[in-house]
């Protein structure tokens, strides 16, 4: 079984950072991708970013140029450094990651979200 465990998230006011962290653990072969959506209340799921396995990325235009995402293989972590942080930008973030498990199929992980709000 694989697990999703984020950490991070938190109130912040506008133009500040965050940094958020998700590591995966459990019966892992292979990680593909992992990456970051949000949600914000009332509204669907997005995509934030993604790295995969090759070290490339993708961001959301609303977010390039103010978020980075970084991974440690060897930790099975994902990590996402939201600068410049906008009150738009408020919502639950959950982490995503797309894992080969032992003797499982690939398949879509999910994490259990991490509230993000951003505020004066």
């Known amino acids: 079984q694989v697990q999703l465990v984020e950490s991070g998230g938190g109130l912040v006011q506008p133009g500040g950072s965050l940094r958020l962290s998700c590591a995966a653990s459990?019966?892992?072969?292979?990680?593909?991708?992992m990456g970051w959506y949000r949600q914000a209340t009332g509204g669907q799921r997005e995509l934030v970013t993604v790295?995969?396995?090759?070290?490339?990325?993708n961001y959301a235009d609303s977010v390039k140029g103010r978020f980075i995402i970084s991974n440690d293989n060897a930790k099975n972590t994902v990590y996402l450094q939201m600068n410049s942080l906008k009150p738009e930008d408020t919502a639950v973030y959950y982490c995503?990651?797309?894992?080969?498990?032992?003797?499982?199929?690939?398949?879509?992980?999910w994490g259990q979200g991490t509230q993000v709000t951003v505020s004066s």
């Open positions: 790295i995969t396995r090759a070290n490339t990325t």
């Open positions: 995503y990651a797309q894992i080969k498990g032992i003797g499982v199929p690939l398949r879509n992980y």
């Open positions: 459990g019966s892992i072969f292979t990680i593909y991708a």
